[in-house]
Protein backbone atom coordinates (compact mmCIF):
# COMPACT_ATOMS: atom_id res chain seq x y z
CA UNK A 1 0.00 0.00 0.00
CA UNK A 2 2.68 2.39 0.33
CA UNK A 3 3.46 2.74 -3.73
CA UNK A 4 -0.10 4.00 -3.82
CA UNK A 5 0.17 7.11 -5.99
CA UNK A 6 4.00 6.77 -7.19
CA UNK A 7 3.10 7.67 -10.61
CA UNK A 8 1.52 11.14 -9.56
CA UNK A 9 4.65 11.68 -6.90
CA UNK A 10 7.64 10.77 -9.17
CA UNK A 11 6.45 11.81 -12.52
CA UNK A 12 8.33 14.46 -14.74
CA UNK A 13 6.79 16.33 -17.26
CA UNK A 14 7.67 15.53 -21.32
CA UNK A 15 9.19 18.69 -22.32
CA UNK A 16 8.67 18.73 -26.16
CA UNK A 17 11.78 19.37 -28.69
CA UNK A 18 10.51 21.29 -31.71
CA UNK A 19 11.87 20.05 -34.56
CA UNK A 20 11.78 20.40 -38.56
CA UNK A 21 9.32 19.95 -40.78
CA UNK A 22 10.59 17.78 -43.67
CA UNK A 23 8.92 15.60 -46.59
CA UNK A 24 5.63 15.25 -43.73
CA UNK A 25 8.28 14.07 -40.93
CA UNK A 26 9.13 15.97 -38.30
CA UNK A 27 13.70 15.42 -38.10
CA UNK A 28 16.13 16.56 -36.20
CA UNK A 29 18.68 19.22 -37.47
CA UNK A 30 21.04 16.64 -38.78
CA UNK A 31 23.64 19.30 -37.42
CA UNK A 32 22.04 18.45 -33.62
CA UNK A 33 22.35 22.11 -33.07
CA UNK A 34 19.15 23.38 -31.30
CA UNK A 35 18.36 27.07 -30.28
CA UNK A 36 15.85 28.51 -27.42
CA UNK A 37 12.43 30.49 -28.07
CA UNK A 38 10.66 31.12 -25.32
CA UNK A 39 12.23 28.69 -22.48
CA UNK A 40 11.86 25.77 -25.12
CA UNK A 41 14.45 24.04 -27.61
CA UNK A 42 13.75 24.04 -31.08
CA UNK A 43 16.28 22.50 -33.92
CA UNK A 44 18.50 25.04 -35.50
CA UNK A 45 18.65 24.32 -39.59
CA UNK A 46 21.88 23.69 -41.17
CA UNK A 47 22.37 23.88 -45.01
CA UNK A 48 22.41 20.09 -45.47
CA UNK A 49 18.37 20.41 -43.66
CA UNK A 50 17.89 23.40 -46.33
CA UNK A 51 19.24 20.66 -49.03
CA UNK A 52 16.97 17.69 -48.05
CA UNK A 53 13.60 20.63 -47.56
CA UNK A 54 14.46 21.37 -51.96
CA UNK A 55 14.26 17.81 -52.42
CA UNK A 56 10.99 16.82 -50.60
CA UNK A 57 9.37 20.06 -52.11
CA UNK A 58 10.62 19.48 -55.53
CA UNK A 59 9.25 15.53 -55.15
CA UNK A 60 5.85 16.29 -53.93
CA UNK A 61 5.72 18.87 -56.84
CA UNK A 62 4.34 16.90 -59.73
CA UNK A 63 1.80 15.34 -57.55
CA UNK A 64 0.66 18.50 -56.02
CA UNK A 65 0.95 20.88 -58.84
CA UNK A 66 -1.35 18.86 -60.75
CA UNK A 67 -4.21 18.32 -58.45
CA UNK A 68 -7.68 20.11 -59.09
CA UNK A 69 -7.40 23.70 -57.87
CA UNK A 70 -10.88 22.04 -55.90
CA UNK A 71 -8.50 19.73 -54.06
CA UNK A 72 -6.38 21.91 -52.99
CA UNK A 73 -9.04 24.39 -51.59
CA UNK A 74 -10.49 21.41 -50.33
CA UNK A 75 -7.19 20.53 -48.21
CA UNK A 76 -6.45 24.54 -47.04
CA UNK A 77 -10.24 24.15 -45.64
CA UNK A 78 -9.26 21.52 -43.79
CA UNK A 79 -6.04 23.09 -42.58
CA UNK A 80 -8.35 25.98 -41.56
CA UNK A 81 -11.06 23.08 -39.76
CA UNK A 82 -7.83 21.97 -38.00
CA UNK A 83 -6.40 25.15 -36.56
CA UNK A 84 -9.93 26.13 -35.01
CA UNK A 85 -9.49 22.70 -33.27
CA UNK A 86 -6.18 23.86 -31.69
CA UNK A 87 -6.94 27.60 -31.69
CA UNK A 88 -5.67 27.59 -28.07
CA UNK A 89 -2.22 26.59 -28.69
CA UNK A 90 -2.12 29.84 -30.80
CA UNK A 91 -1.48 33.47 -30.48
CA UNK A 92 -4.97 35.06 -29.43
CA UNK A 93 -4.45 37.49 -31.18
CA UNK A 94 -3.47 36.03 -34.71
CA UNK A 95 -5.52 32.88 -34.73
CA UNK A 96 -9.10 34.11 -35.49
CA UNK A 97 -6.85 36.02 -39.00
CA UNK A 98 -4.89 33.03 -39.10
CA UNK A 99 -7.85 31.01 -39.73
CA UNK A 100 -9.87 33.21 -41.72
CA UNK A 101 -7.33 33.86 -44.15
CA UNK A 102 -6.51 30.29 -44.90
CA UNK A 103 -10.72 30.30 -45.29
CA UNK A 104 -9.99 33.22 -47.71
CA UNK A 105 -7.44 31.53 -49.85
CA UNK A 106 -9.32 28.27 -50.33
CA UNK A 107 -11.95 30.10 -51.65
CA UNK A 108 -9.65 31.27 -54.64
CA UNK A 109 -8.04 27.82 -55.58
CA UNK A 110 -10.40 26.95 -58.52
CA UNK A 111 -10.83 30.88 -59.71
CA UNK A 112 -7.38 32.13 -59.79
CA UNK A 113 -7.54 30.56 -63.52
CA UNK A 114 -10.47 31.79 -64.68
CA UNK A 115 -9.00 36.01 -63.31
CA UNK A 116 -5.34 35.19 -64.28
CA UNK A 117 -6.28 33.47 -67.51
CA UNK A 118 -7.54 34.62 -71.08
CA UNK A 119 -8.88 33.57 -74.38
CA UNK A 120 -6.55 35.84 -76.51
CA UNK A 121 -8.02 37.69 -79.77
CA UNK A 122 -5.96 37.11 -82.62
CA UNK A 123 -6.04 37.36 -86.41
CA UNK A 124 -5.79 34.13 -87.35
CA UNK A 125 -7.45 31.15 -87.57
CA UNK A 126 -6.51 29.99 -84.22
CA UNK A 127 -7.63 29.65 -80.48
CA UNK A 128 -4.90 31.13 -78.36
CA UNK A 129 -5.24 30.55 -75.12
CA UNK A 130 -3.32 31.64 -71.58
CA UNK A 131 -3.59 29.79 -68.78
CA UNK A 132 -1.48 30.09 -65.31
CA UNK A 133 0.96 27.72 -63.84
CA UNK A 134 2.62 27.37 -60.36
CA UNK A 135 7.04 28.13 -60.99
CA UNK A 136 7.90 25.27 -58.60
CA UNK A 137 9.68 25.04 -55.78
CA UNK A 138 9.76 28.58 -53.56
CA UNK A 139 11.98 29.10 -50.62
CA UNK A 140 10.37 31.82 -48.19
CA UNK A 141 12.11 33.55 -45.22
CA UNK A 142 8.84 34.19 -43.13
CA UNK A 143 7.99 37.00 -41.18
CA UNK A 144 7.84 37.07 -37.10
CA UNK A 145 4.51 36.23 -35.67
CA UNK A 146 2.20 33.52 -36.41
CA UNK A 147 -0.45 35.67 -38.88
CA UNK A 148 2.61 36.66 -41.27
CA UNK A 149 3.66 32.94 -41.11
CA UNK A 150 0.21 31.91 -42.78
CA UNK A 151 0.31 34.71 -44.87
CA UNK A 152 3.46 33.83 -46.84
CA UNK A 153 2.92 30.28 -46.94
CA UNK A 154 -1.09 29.89 -48.31
CA UNK A 155 -0.70 32.14 -51.34
CA UNK A 156 2.33 30.18 -52.11
CA UNK A 157 0.58 26.67 -52.54
CA UNK A 158 -2.26 27.08 -53.56
CA UNK A 159 -1.57 27.54 -56.96
CA UNK A 160 0.36 24.68 -56.96
CA UNK A 161 3.81 25.78 -55.45
CA UNK A 162 5.45 23.77 -52.93
CA UNK A 163 8.13 26.01 -50.49
CA UNK A 164 10.41 25.76 -48.12
CA UNK A 165 10.45 27.99 -45.11
CA UNK A 166 12.72 29.30 -42.90
CA UNK A 167 11.57 31.26 -39.86
CA UNK A 168 12.60 31.91 -35.99
CA UNK A 169 8.94 31.80 -34.88
CA UNK A 170 9.74 27.93 -34.06
CA UNK A 171 6.87 27.29 -31.49
CA UNK A 172 4.09 28.59 -33.52
CA UNK A 173 5.67 27.45 -36.85
CA UNK A 174 5.86 23.75 -36.37
CA UNK A 175 2.98 23.57 -34.06
CA UNK A 176 1.26 25.07 -37.41
CA UNK A 177 3.55 22.00 -39.23
CA UNK A 178 1.25 19.82 -36.73
CA UNK A 179 -2.04 21.35 -38.03
CA UNK A 180 -0.52 20.64 -41.68
CA UNK A 181 0.42 17.38 -41.00
CA UNK A 182 -3.27 16.29 -40.42
CA UNK A 183 -4.98 17.98 -42.86
CA UNK A 184 -4.57 15.79 -45.55
CA UNK A 185 -1.44 18.38 -47.28
CA UNK A 186 0.92 15.80 -49.01
CA UNK A 187 4.45 15.53 -47.76
CA UNK A 188 6.65 17.85 -48.89
CA UNK A 189 4.36 20.38 -50.20
CA UNK A 190 5.53 22.65 -47.26
CA UNK A 191 8.64 21.98 -45.13
CA UNK A 192 9.51 24.56 -42.38
CA UNK A 193 12.82 24.96 -41.31
CA UNK A 194 13.67 26.57 -37.72
CA UNK A 195 16.58 28.91 -37.08
CA UNK A 196 18.18 32.09 -38.98
CA UNK A 197 17.78 33.34 -42.37
CA UNK A 198 21.22 34.44 -42.67
CA UNK A 199 22.36 30.80 -42.33
CA UNK A 200 20.12 28.97 -44.46
CA UNK A 201 18.85 31.49 -46.92
CA UNK A 202 21.66 31.92 -48.84
CA UNK A 203 22.11 28.38 -49.66
CA UNK A 204 18.42 28.41 -50.78
CA UNK A 205 18.78 31.47 -52.71
CA UNK A 206 21.64 29.92 -54.58
CA UNK A 207 20.34 26.53 -54.64
CA UNK A 208 19.69 25.89 -58.84
CA UNK A 209 16.38 23.88 -58.49
CA UNK A 210 14.66 26.49 -56.12
CA UNK A 211 12.40 28.73 -58.79
CA UNK A 212 11.05 31.40 -56.41
CA UNK A 213 12.03 33.49 -53.40
CA UNK A 214 10.50 35.05 -50.86
CA UNK A 215 12.46 37.70 -48.56
CA UNK A 216 9.47 39.22 -46.98
CA UNK A 217 11.17 38.14 -43.32
CA UNK A 218 14.58 39.97 -44.25
CA UNK A 219 15.05 42.31 -42.16
CA UNK A 220 18.78 43.12 -42.73
CA UNK A 221 19.31 45.05 -45.81
CA UNK A 222 22.88 43.92 -46.67
CA UNK A 223 21.51 40.25 -46.72
CA UNK A 224 18.33 41.43 -48.79
CA UNK A 225 20.40 42.54 -51.59
CA UNK A 226 22.99 39.34 -51.60
CA UNK A 227 20.13 37.14 -51.41
CA UNK A 228 18.33 39.42 -54.58
CA UNK A 229 21.73 38.82 -56.26
CA UNK A 230 22.25 34.77 -55.56
CA UNK A 231 19.27 34.56 -57.04
CA UNK A 232 19.28 36.51 -60.17
CA UNK A 233 22.26 34.03 -61.16
CA UNK A 234 19.36 31.12 -61.44
CA UNK A 235 16.63 33.70 -62.52
CA UNK A 236 14.64 33.31 -59.53
CA UNK A 237 11.50 35.29 -59.15
CA UNK A 238 11.97 37.23 -55.96
CA UNK A 239 9.40 38.81 -53.74
CA UNK A 240 11.63 41.03 -51.92
CA UNK A 241 11.38 42.43 -48.29
CA UNK A 242 8.81 44.23 -46.74
CA UNK A 243 6.14 45.15 -43.87
CA UNK A 244 2.62 44.49 -44.89
CA UNK A 245 -0.40 44.69 -42.72
CA UNK A 246 -1.45 41.36 -42.56
CA UNK A 247 -5.11 41.62 -41.57
CA UNK A 248 -5.08 44.12 -44.68
CA UNK A 249 -6.93 42.80 -47.65
CA UNK A 250 -4.32 41.11 -49.64
CA UNK A 251 -4.85 41.12 -52.98
CA UNK A 252 -3.76 38.67 -55.87
CA UNK A 253 0.01 40.62 -55.65
CA UNK A 254 1.21 36.97 -53.38
CA UNK A 255 -0.83 34.29 -55.35
CA UNK A 256 0.46 35.35 -58.67
CA UNK A 257 4.14 36.10 -57.65
CA UNK A 258 5.01 32.77 -58.40
CA UNK A 259 2.93 31.74 -61.17
CA UNK A 260 3.88 31.04 -65.08
CA UNK A 261 1.63 31.80 -68.20
CA UNK A 262 1.69 29.30 -70.64
CA UNK A 263 -0.14 29.81 -74.19
CA UNK A 264 -1.38 27.31 -76.15
CA UNK A 265 -2.05 27.61 -79.82
CA UNK A 266 -4.89 25.18 -81.54
CA UNK A 267 -6.44 25.45 -84.70
CA UNK A 268 -10.14 26.10 -85.05
CA UNK A 269 -12.36 23.37 -86.74
CA UNK A 270 -9.75 20.46 -86.20
Not at 116 to 128: D, E, I, K
Not at 132 to 149: D, H
Not at 166 to 174: G, L, N, R, W
Not at 186 to 200: D, R, Y
Request: with cysteine.
Amino acid sequence: MAATGWRHTLRLNVRKTYKLYIGGAFPRSESGRTYEVDGQNAALASRKDARDAVLAARAAFGKWSTATAYNRGQILYRAAEMLEARRSEFPAGEVDDAIDRLIWYAGWADKLAQVTGSANPVAAPYFNISSPEPSGVIAIAAPAGFLGLVNVIAPAIVSGNTCVVVTESAIEAITFAEVLATSDLPGGVVNILTGFAKEVAPWLASHDDVNGLDLTGVTDAELATELERQAADTLKRVIRPSTPKWTDDPGLGRMTAFLETKTVWHPKGV
